[in-house]
């Protein structure tokens, strides 16, 4: 069971939206950045967002993060086949003193 | 550009310790600022994390992996590693290593090694 709660799997049509839900509590998203990673099947996790909403160079802006109180949310826009893979919450739980990860969605296009 | 790239044993029997190393080039392992980390993923499973160290040698580890890991590093070499003693099947997973920001997010990973504790 992970201390972040995120919905198991979403799906959409191709350039459609789709948004995944990191759910926690005061000791973690509420006081702490979250960070959002995506894994395409068979490769290692590649980072998405950063500190809340930020993207690093060469994430395109179909990519978006925003938190609110004790949750946060990852948006994708004109969504592509190539989007399907798991996708990641992170942040720090200061209660437990540990970096945390959501379980996972998995993003399937349909 | 940065790249981290994971080395070590595929294989490592119950009760043994579990060695890793990670390789950093494209840039310093000695940087202000950034810490160096180890996740790992049992297979079907999500991502927990294990550890950081700092180019300095201070190091923050999982409370729940704590009593069995360590974390050390080699600046000469731009390389830092990972122990895990006393393994047993339920620390089979892929291991990746990555760089560590301040505000615990992690970027870039290396490739995975996947390590598979049996006998």
């Known amino acids: 069971q992970s201390v972040l709660t995120q919905p198991p799997s979403v799906s959409a049509a191709p350039g459609q939206k789709v948004t995944i839900s990191c759910s926690g509590s005061?000791?973690?998203?509420?006081?702490?950045?979250v960070s959002w990673y995506q894994q395409l099947p068979g490769t290692a996790p590649k980072l998405l967002i950063y500190?809340?909403?930020k993207r690093p160079s060469g994430i395109p802006d179909r990519f978006s993060g925003s938190k609110s109180g004790t949750s946060a949310t990852l948006g994708i826009t004109g969504l592509q086949n190539g989007d399907e893979a798991d996708y990641y919450c992170?942040?720090?739980?200061?209660?437990?003193?540990?970096?945390?990860f959501g379980g996972g969605t998995k993003v399937t296009v349909l | 550009q940065l790249q981290l790239q994971e080395s070590g044993p595929g294989l490592v029997k119950p009760s043994e310790t579990l060695s890793l190393t990670c390789t950093v080039s494209?840039?310093?392992?000695?940087?202000?600022?950034?810490?160096w980390g180890w996740i790992r993923q049992p297979p079907g499973k999500g991502l927990e994390w294990i550890g950081n160290i700092y180019y300095s040698g201070s190091t923050y580890y999982n409370p729940s992996l704590k009593s069995r890991v360590t974390i050390s590093v080699d600046t000469s070499k731009n390389q830092f590693s990972l122990k895990l003693s006393s393994v047993t099947a339920a620390d089979t997973a892929v291991y990746y290593c990555?760089?560590?920001?301040?505000?615990?997010?992690?970027?870039?990973w290396g490739q995975g090694t996947l390590v598979t504790v049996s006998s």
């Open positions: 500190e809340n909403d």
């Open positions: 494209g840039g310093s392992i000695s940087i202000s600022n950034y810490y």
């Open positions: 005061s000791s973690n998203i509420g006081n702490h950045y």
């Open positions: 992170g942040t720090w739980d200061s209660s437990l003193s540990a970096a945390v």
């Open positions: 990555a760089r560590r920001g301040w505000y615990y997010w992690f970027d870039p």
